[in-house]
């Protein structure tokens, strides 16, 4: 009994006794959806689209939708006009547009000539000893200058002379009346159609086979005699989509010749007005 009991292992009144282990249990599956009131609970996914749709829509967005719908109208309205205003220099070749360049420094210059001509009478006015002699003087030259634009004096000077020949009879009034506006804003002075002088209140009309000015029936071949710079007149008639352009669609010829001296003698009476007085004492 004794040999037993000196056998077995003495207890360590130091060690602590140790929890016996318990293996660890099997995770289980997370249920799919928990029930609540008997109603199946939503996925993320279903319940963003319940967020989203249908959409609730404020009065306050409402407005703010239908002023940016005008503004962005606006502007494509807007950027489509530019469009249209710039499609027709957007295809023009480069020589074309730097004689459209030229044309417009040319009519700047000559608004300059006429600004500083205006201030150089007015100085002389008022610096010269005898102003009643100057005044006398630039009143004589006025009534010429008058004259030429009314078509009551004759006239001379550097211009060209443009001829458009219509053999098929397409070139209409109102043709001859753009290629009178076209030389005029390019500073004609003075101009001249088949014998018929042009002045401010001249007309143009249909008439048959040919074209009526003031009322006097002319025909092709149409001759323009006009008295101005031709570095400018010339260019004005041959840009893009111009006089020259447009008349050569209808089959008409033209032609525009330079010259250091074209005679204008074609004279409209001097008319009195009716009723128009002077309101200068």
């Not at 200058?145 to 060209?160: D, H, K």
């Not at 753009?178 to 002075?189: N, S, T, V």
Request: no cysteine; net charge negative; proline share 6%.
């Amino acid at each position: 009994m004794s040999n037993e009991n000196e056998d077995e292992t003495p207890e360590n009144p130091l060690r602590e006794e140790l929890p016996e282990e318990v293996p660890a249990a099997a995770e289980e599956p997370e249920p799919e959806a928990a029930e609540e009131n008997g109603v199946p609970s939503l996925s993320g996914r279903q319940r963003l689209g319940k967020g989203l749709w249908p959409p609730r829509v404020s009065r306050a967005q409402l407005i703010v939708a239908v002023l940016l719908f005008g503004l962005g109208f606006g502007l494509a309205v807007q950027v489509a006009s530019n469009s249209d205003g710039d499609s027709a220099l957007r295809g023009a070749r480069q020589e074309d547009l730097v004689r459209i360049l030229d044309e417009l420094d040319s009519r700047t210059q000559r608004l300059e000539d006429e600004k500083q001509g205006l201030e150089d009478q007015r100085t002389e006015l008022e610096n010269s000893s005898n102003q009643a002699e100057e005044a006398r003087k630039q009143t004589v030259e006025k009534e010429k200058q008058l004259g030429i634009l009314a078509g009551t004096v004759a006239a001379q000077g550097p211009g060209i002379t443009l001829t458009i020949d219509d053999a098929k009879g397409a070139v209409k009034a109102d043709m001859l009346l753009d290629a009178i506006q076209e030389l005029r804003a390019a500073g004609a002075e003075a101009i001249q159609v088949n014998g018929v002088r042009v002045v401010a209140g001249t007309y143009l009309a249909d008439s048959g086979s040919g074209v009526k000015v003031d009322g006097n029936k002319i025909t092709q071949p149409y001759r323009f005699k006009v008295i101005g710079k031709p570095q400018d007149l010339e260019p004005a008639l041959n840009i893009p989509g111009g006089v020259v352009q447009t008349l050569e669609k209808e089959q008409a010829t033209v032609t525009v010749d330079r010259s250091t001296k074209i005679v204008v003698d074609a004279l409209r009476p001097a008319e009195r007005p009716d009723y128009a007085q002077s309101s200068s004492r």
